[in-house]
């Protein structure tokens, strides 16, 4: 047996059960009767509490929130909900969106979180494909939904903007008011894990984004698979302010709670300011991080008498172990993955730096760009391989081609990530295959916005990087080359024009960078490394 076969032996290991025994352990539950049953368990335990800013927290123990979904599932219904059908929640962190999507679950219906700062013609490409009914929305949204999707056949609307008063021009009329959707409790449904529950869209790093789809056992199986990795208990509160669009927020936070019948401490969004004093508060034991809101927090004093034990960050970084004075966990995963497909753990901790080592469930391949298994100390793609439907996402919605692309001959998804495998068996994060940005924690692609700019008048090429910034972690910038006349007057600010008209405000370029050539590799390909120096030296190509 030679290095690399042993290497693989000794590492990878793969899943032995078939996708009918993975879903053996879920029978007779979905989303829905796992919520029920721990009402029925713990009722008068707290489940969700709101912390807004500004305003008074308001707290749902496990009961009521179980009773207002059942409620809001049987308003769904009267709206011609059926099971199957689609429906839009374009929110920000809000009560509205957790009981929106339970009450899908509930009636079997697919709900389909959508990034807040998606713009107008994203949401309508997402409307589109998903060929949603109706949506659920906030007020300063609600005039660019009507605008973009005009297909939906009726729209909810929140009394307020995530916590925020909204504006008396944008305030829901009585019969588009959210809570006008609470009505006598819908019957439940027969428990089907294998359903579809709901379809969370990539950040599109080659093409448009791709809506993965997920059943109710893949959120069972990160329910559980998360309580587990993160020793979570009945007495833990969960502080969650990642948006509940992300995997992070949602899948990697939420669903583990509940299967622990824990608390949730949800707030709108990260605040440096209010952070402390919302966990001193409500005496958060839990949380989930993002380098981004890590790193802010770290140059911070932490305060005497908090009650965290636990922070699961995508690094395990000593320093942060230090200055919090907790367990810090590193875990990667993606939308696909549903669940932390790799992590740290207490008993064997890796290097500094490292995401950790394949979480139970999950096979893990490291190859070169031949195929052949990485050996320690080697860069190279990283494969896993799953269950579909169970502990992986089931399909791209609506896009088969798309689905079959994403896995190789044996069956292991293509990550699209670079790793590096190092020799205690830890796995380090390299960079993006597929030329993903990460800004602000928030996936961005190059290939979007670069689709964008090329519809502007006079730019022949472009290429967008990200440039490292402090405070975003990288945010993109867009190299343009010069146009034939040499004349470049006015073309950078029709170009952010173009960016703010059709993209999110965080996707927008911070600078355009008009260059004579591009520095290229092979066959005339754009170098994009040698872009990323340019940007990072912050130095213009001439």
Known sequence: MDARTLARARFVGSPAMTHQDALLQFTGHDLAALLRRKAAERPGHPFLTWAPEPGVSRTWTYAEFAGQVASLAGGLGRRGVRAGDRVLMHLENCPEFLLTYFACAHLGAVCVPTNAMAAGPELAYFAELTEACGAVTHPKFAEKIRGHCPGLKWLAITDDDAGQPADAATAPRPDERHAALLAAPAPQRPPDASAPLSVLFTSGTTSRPKGVAWTHANTLWAGRLGAMQQGLRGDDVFQVFLPLFHVVGLSWSVFPALWAGASIVLQPRFSASRYWPVALEHRSTVGSHVIFSANVLAGMPVPRGHAFRQWCNALWLPEHEAHFGMRMMGAWGMTEMVAQGIVTDPWSPPRAGAIGRPSAGYG???VDDRGRDCLPGERGNLLVRGIRGVTLFAEYFGNAQATRDAFDDDGYFRTGDNVLLHEDGSIQFGDRAKDLLKVGGEGVSAAEIERVIRTVARVSEVAVVGRPDAVYGEVPIAFVRLPADGGVTGLADAIIA?????????KVPREVVFVQDFPRI?????SKAGL????????AAS
């Open 532 to 539: 990323r120096e340019l940007a990072a030296s912050g130095a």
């Open 498 to 506: 173009a960016c703010r008209r059709e993209l999110a405000k965080y």
């Open 364 to 366: 893990v391949r490291i």
């Open 522 to 526: 092979g066959v005339g390909k754009i």
